[in-house]
């Protein structure tokens, strides 16, 4: 149990930037808790998680960025999105979690600065702001140069300014 | 919007989401142990799982065989003359091997079987039948829990 209660106070520290990372890509609150759900399950399941010397954040990061891609390809959340583009709910959609873990407000401002962007904008924007990441943490995470990363980051923002702009008169 | 306050938004989010409790616990939840493990606990599981299969076995079962006799009757009201009663009667002979020409030609005349009739009498049958039985042996079954896994995992 001890080590169980070690998990558990890892899963709180880092919880917040596994959920934010995913629902910056996913962008619903749903998905992402899928994604945490199952990055931390992998982590549960890795030998060097628990080790002191282990670069957790790191491991996290990569984790939560390739659950959050592949619950984009997955076919569950397609037919999901079917469903709930045709007015019809989710059996086992919660909507209480969506209240629940992010502030409303917060994400629909996240999902409104979000919604423009394709994936791998977000998920540079993701890294950057979410996991707070430096340019070189960013770019041996991506395996890209610098430069590739500055000018995506560079898009990605003048693209979120862009789209604000449009916004803004209404 | 600049650069911070997309920060003070991420920011936002990260905190709202670390403070949580609901994400914990939905988070732990799928990688906590069972809350009983002791044999008793095990035992109690099994003949659980064990009552329910049996249930939707015979539910599957009884459908088979409903299935099965409708399909012969509905074989029979289809073909009622097959095989011909002909062919029994010159059959029912002791030592009789030579058939008659025409009975010969009564006997070439095979029934025809449509797709749909095929699967009336053969598959919908067989397939709950072959239901029932993967229902009863996939559902009584104990899985190692996660607590068990956790504990080897320290023990090495």
């Given amino acids: 149990m001890i080590l169980q209660d070690r998990f558990r106070s890892l899963v709180k520290e880092y919880q917040g930037l596994v959920y934010s990372i995913a629902f910056g890509i996913l962008l619903d609150a749903q998905d992402a808790l899928d994604a945490t759900q199952e990055t931390f399950t992998k982590a549960f399941e890795e030998p060097r998680f628990l ?42 959609e919660t909507t209480s979690v969506e209240e629940e873990i992010i ?59 862009m789209a604000l702009e449009e916004v803004e008169p209404s | 919007m600049n650069e911070q306050n997309l920060q003070d938004l991420f920011r936002s989010a990260r905190q709202d989401a670390s403070a949580s409790k609901t994400l914990t616990d939905a988070v732990m939840h799928c990688v906590d142990p069972a809350p009983e493990t002791t044999p008793a606990a095990v035992l109690r599981a099994v003949a659980r799982n064990f009552v329910w299969a049996f249930a939707v076995l015979l539910v599957c079962a009884a459908i088979g065989s409903l299935l ?48 749909l009739e095929i699967l009336a009498r053969a598959v919908l049958p067989l397939s ?22 956790l504990e080897q995992r320290s023990a090495v």
């Fill in chain 1, 103 to 161: 502030r409303a407000e917060t994400r629909q401002e996240l999902t409104a600065v979000l919604e423009s962007l394709d994936d791998d904008e977000r998920e540079i924007i993701g890294l950057r702001f979410a996991a707070e990441l430096s340019y070189e943490e960013i770019a041996a995470e991506l395996g890209i140069k610098i430069g590739t990363v500055m000018s995506r980051l560079s898009r990605a923002k003048r693209k979120i300014g």
């Fill in chain 1, 51 to 92: 080790d002191d010397g282990f670069n957790r954040k790191a491991w996290l990061v990569r984790v939560a960025r390739n659950q959050a891609f592949n619950a984009r390809r997955s076919l569950v959340r397609r037919l999901r999105s079917l469903m709930r583009y045709a007015g019809l709910s989710w059996a086992a």
């Fill in chain 2, 128 to 149: 709950f039948h072959l239901l029932a039985a993967w229902f009863l042996l996939a559902t009584v079954g104990i899985s190692v829990s996660a607590n068990d896994r």
């Fill in chain 2, 68 to 115: 099965t006799q409708a399909a012969g009757e509905m074989s029979a009201a289809m073909h009622p003359d097959f095989p011909p009663a002909g062919l029994l009667s010159q059959r029912s002979g002791i030592g009789d091997v030579s058939l008659e020409p025409d009975v010969v030609a009564v006997f070439d005349m095979k029934p025809s079987f449509s797709f």
